[in-house]
């Protein structure tokens, strides 16, 4: 970076704040530092090297500098035709003079890494590969290979193996095979002698593609199925191996479109955005003047002139991919000239506030409950089966089932309440009676119309459970209930496989079930461990939350 | 004149971690089935992970698994690697929990041989005991010669509506009770201590002018991320970061069937926009996934999409939320998130930076705030809140940002929009010094019934 960093965590934090960094943790006996980025976005600070070249300017100690080509490397990469349904795009340079030392090198691997996962979109869309330049001769053949056929050794590994069996045995084919495994014919890298580079975007061979730090000059290729991605990527990559002092070469890819020109990468050049003063103001809420907003971007890593009275010309350096749209350039802005120097202000307007009505009902309903003595609780919606079937003797209940639930005890949403009070029960056992509890909460229908339609419900339910807990206990509750709201309705004997016949009631209002009333089966009762009788209600209470 | 017989019986019950085992098996069960699975040997570290355990319990696993003589540990350069030949049959630990399951039960009813397994769940925080007392009243025949045969009107318990209205009152002598002796504890009704401080959380952000937005807990991957601008292909949006449906696994897009296709337009190429969209082909397959609604923004987008729409306007949620995670002291599966947004043409960085210090001091109490820049995929600019309580130092409260215009064009809306999150769990935590999220959810009954109101 050129000047000595804090060694502090606040005065660490501080400065990486123009970066959207904060410390993770310090090692202190490493003198090291781990720091969590937090724009998942924004590739080319992902690095020591970038973060050092963005403080560089935000402190002032240096202006931007585009990095620039010191020539064209001579490699020249034919790119065969068969790759256009499966990676079609590959971009490469030679950046010379570089002898990494242990932490470059490190730093460049983890950085890597990073964009192969987020930015390469798990090497789906990009993927990185570093080679030993001296040991490679032009021209590169970037082809496909039969996997059966083709075969070399992989990195980490001291046997040849065929692509499939690398893709099959090796930890990083078993990782992103996938991407190429569909295809009957699997992408090849090899160079002007025959000798396979890898098998993108999996793996590198042994010999040709370790990097060490003796190494002067080094292969950056990038292969994937984005032209734009790739060419980012590569750009990102040699710019932070510029930045420890390796100088660009170019390359030439030629692609198999007729009488197509090669394409020469990496393509250094910057992006120009015009932006207006008064729309980055009205934007920042401020009134900067051109100049010092020149002074700012350039802080922040953008050389700017003013072009007329309004407009700025914004020079955004090859590396930056994230700037879209004129906002990336606020903020960008924002961040240079120091959010916390800006004024809030609350914003200059009048809005009526106000509780949703499906709110306002459910709290008129916890009032009574409360009144009548009962205890509100707070359960989870999304349990399992188990809970909400199985243990209340039902068969068969259709229901929102998890593609990837992570516990056996969180599966699938809740299509009533009841079962999510018994589950909180079942641990009370040890705990005074009697218990009378309540919970107003979510539940999730599956439609019956097979559309994959849902509907998202509120439900109250109240249970009571002691020595002389009863139907008419909790009739007096659910008929206090419904008086208080006044909602017409009437108690018609019913079944349910959860309840004891005789003492069991549907809750209609006019031709609409709304619910059920009842004493629990002994048999569900013991289900949930409990010993004593239990006597419940549940409700669905219009208006509900409409998906 | 009455005889007590007071029997005091120990019982032990599952706490919340032996719920857990109890469902998912031992930490050190767990660790050595993985790693028997994958041919017996495994570092210590590899297996922990892979049976869903944080790093932190691998010192507890090595040192059971040790004790219980269930493997070995090789200390290689590498690290510890665990040893394990056999998978070891069912011990004393797991026959106790079994039994216990559910519910609680004395002591001694488990048989003698168990006791030493029932030990060393307690002091693991597996298993935790009460005292249950009986008591048996009885009374003795000096008792029963003091029970007046006739009603003197010397001392009486109670007034009776008889003795008022006639006037006997004058003439009885009302027995004298000791007013500071216990008397029976009541278990009232009382709202949950949880839902308690969210609604005054809304109470206050009525205050400002916020209005409430409800909606679903299943959206459509259009709505939960599409329309926020998450390309479809980012690896945030994979199985590790959402719950997706396997039943039902798709909706219609049909009800935003006017705006799909801009949305589609502004990911591939930006649209209208002015931006340079994501350069990929959007998929409408994907876009009608369902997903549990993994964050508040998605209501904010419903907020924009909905014809009460008033600009300007100030919206919130105090949104149930779903991410794929393992319960543990700091994360939940299920949470809530406060979200909201406001909308106006005049609307600016320093308006947003306004917003957030306002729900600094009156929903947080906080004494003084800070902003550092902070990024979230659909805002651009992005602000973290600080806000500093005298105290408790500084912690990060809050998110904020503008929104995209890629999010906010396609979706008919020309005004600047802040969107704005806070951390109101971690406030509760902080108020209430509660040290595991979990408690939130709590099914302990009585520590639900012990938390004071004010």
């Keep these: 970076m050129g000047q000595k960093v804090p060694r502090d965590e606040d005065g660490l934090n501080e400065l990486l704040g123009y970066v959207k960094g904060d410390v993770e943790s310090l090692d202190e006996q490493n003198d090291g530092v781990s720091i969590e980025v937090k724009d998942s976005n924004h590739p080319d600070i992902w690095s020591v090297e970038g973060i050092a070249r963005a403080l560089r300017t935000h402190l002032g100690l240096a202006k931007p500098k585009a990095p620039i080509l010191s020539g064209n490397s001579g490699l020249r990469v034919t790119v065969d035709r068969r790759l256009g349904p499966i990676r079609p795009f590959i971009a490469t340079s030679v950046v010379r003079n570089v002898k990494p030392s242990e932490n470059a090198l490190k730093s460049w691997i983890s950085l890597q890494e990073k964009m192969d996962l987020t930015y390469g979109r798990k090497r789906k869309r990009a993927s990185i590969g570093f080679y030993q330049a001296d040991l490679i001769k032009s021209p590169l053949r970037y082809a496909v290979g039969d996997p059966d056929d083709a075969a070399f050794v992989p990195l980490g590994s001291t046997e040849k193996m065929t692509l499939r069996e690398i893709v099959e045995k090796h930890p990083k084919g078993i990782e992103y095979g996938t991407i190429i495994s569909s295809f009957k014919e699997w992408p090849l890298l090899t160079d002007g002698e025959g000798k396979i580079l890898s098998l993108p975007p999996i793996i590198n061979s042994n010999d040709l593609g370790k990097v060490n730090t003796d190494t002067k000059n080094i292969l950056v290729e990038v292969t994937g199925t984005n032209a734009t991605t790739v060419g980012n990527t590569l750009k990102i990559v040699v710019a932070a191996l510029a930045e420890r002092g390796g100088k660009i070469y170019s390359c030439n890819q030629t692609y198999p479109d007729k009488g197509a020109k090669p394409v020469i990468t990496p393509d250094l050049k910057s992006s120009f955005k015009e932006l207006s003063v008064s729309y980055a103001n009205r934007l920042l809420g401020a009134s900067f003047k051109p100049a010092e907003m020149i002074r700012a971007f350039v802080r922040a890593g953008h050389p700017a002139r003013q072009v007329s009275k309004d407009m700025l010309r914004v020079e955004s350096l090859c590396y930056r991919s994230d700037i879209m749209h004129q906002v990336d350039l606020v903020e960008d802005l924002a961040i240079a000239l120091d959010i916390n120097k800006l004024d809030p202000e609350w914003p200059r307007i009048w809005t009526l506030g106000g509780l949703a009505p499906e709110t306002e009902r459910n709290e008129t309903l916890a009032e009574v409950m409360i009144g009548l003595g009962y205890q509100e609780l707070l359960t989870y919606s999304l349990t399992s089966p188990e809970v909400f079937v199985d243990k209340m003797g039902i068969e068969h209940e259709n229901h929102v089932q998890l593609l990837n639930p992570k516990m056996s005890t969180h599966t699938a949403m809740r299509s009533w309440l009841l079962p999510s009070i018994l589950n909180l029960l079942k641990d009370n056992t040890h705990v005074d009676y009697p218990q009378k509890v309540f919970e107003i909460g979510p539940c999730v229908l599956v439609k019956e119309n097979g559309e994959g339609q849902t509907e998202t419900r509120y439900k109250i339910a109240a249970v009571t459970i002691h020595t002389a807990a009863g139907f008419t206990e909790i009739r007096s509750c659910l008929d206090t209930l419904l008086a208080s709201i006044g909602l017409q309705f009437q108690v018609v004997p019913t079944t349910r496989p959860s309840f004891l016949e005789g003492r069991t009631g549907e809750v209609m209002s006019g031709q609409k079930r709304i619910g059920v009333v009842g004493e629990l089966h002994p048999k569900i009762i013991r289900a949930w461990g409990l010993s004593l009788p239990v006597a419940a209600f549940e409700l669905e209470i219009p208006p509900t939350v409409v998906a | ?454």
């Excluded at chain 2, 809530?336 to 929903?363: K, T, Y």
């Design chain 2, 1 to 454: 004149m009455v005889q007590e017989q007071t029997t005091r019986t120990t019982e032990v019950f599952c706490t919340e971690e032996g719920h857990d085992y109890l469902a998912n098996g031992l930490p050190e069960r767990r660790v050595v089935t993985v790693v028997h699975d994958s041919g017996g040997k495994l570092s210590v570290s590899d297996a922990v992970e892979q049976a869903g355990l944080p790093l932190d319990f691998v010192s507890i696993v090595t040192g059971w698994i040790s004790r219980k003589g269930w493997g070995k540990i090789e200390k290689t350069s590498s690290g510890n690697i665990l040893v394990i030949l056999k998978n070891p049959p069912k011990d004393e630990d797991e026959e106790v929990l079994a039994r216990i399951g559910q519910v609680s039960i004395p002591i001694d009813e488990l048989p003698p041989n168990l006791k030493q397994a029932v030990d060393r769940l307690l002091k693991r925080n597996i298993l935790a005991s009460k005292e249950r007392t009986q008591r048996k009243l009885e009374i003795t025949p000096q008792g029963l010669n003091a029970i007046p045969i006739q009603a003197s009107v010397d001392e009486v318990s109670g007034l009776t509506s008889e003795m008022i209205l006639s006037g006997d009152w004058e003439k009885i002598r009302l027995r004298v009770y000791n007013v500071s002796s216990p008397v029976p504890s009541l278990n009232p009704g009382k709202y949950h201590p949880y839902l308690r401080f969210l609604r005054t959380v809304k109470r206050k952000l009525v205050a400002l002018g916020f209005r409430e937005a409800v909606g679903p807990l299943v959206e459509t991957a259009f709505i939960n991320d599409d329309c926020l601008y998450m390309p479809q292909d980012h690896p945030a949006r994979e199985i590790h970061d959402l719950y997706y449906l396997k039943h039902p696994s798709k909706a219609s897009l049909e009800p935003w069937k006017d705006i799909v296709d801009k949305v589609a337009q502004t990911h591939e190429n930006g649209w209208k926009t002015g931006s340079a969209g994501w350069g990929y082909k959007y998929s409408r397959e994907e876009a009608s996934k369902l997903v549990l609604r993994s964050h508040g923004t998605a209501l904010s987008v419903r907020s924009m999409l909905s014809k009460d729409l008033q600009i300007p306007g100030k919206y919130f949620a105090i949104a149930r939320c779903f991410r794929p995670e393992l319960l543990d002291r700091t994360h939940l599966t299920e949470f809530n998130q406060a979200e909201g947004i406001v909308l106006d043409p005049s609307l600016s960085l320093r308006n947003l930076l306004g917003v957030l210090e306002m729900f600094a001091r009156e929903v947080a109490g906080a004494d003084k705030v800070r902003f550092k820049p902070d990024y979230f995929p659909f805002t651009e600019p992005s602000v973290e809140l600080q806000a500093y309580k005298e105290g408790y130092g500084w912690m990060e409260f809050g998110g904020s940002g503008i929104f995209r215009p890629e999010v906010t064009e396609p979706l008919g809306i020309k005004v600047p929009v802040i969107a704005w999150g806070l951390g109101i769990d971690r406030l509760y935590m902080m108020n209430q010094q509660i040290q595991d999220i979990r408690q939130l959810f709590t099914t302990d009954l009585e520590w639900i019934r012990q938390q004071k109101v004010g």
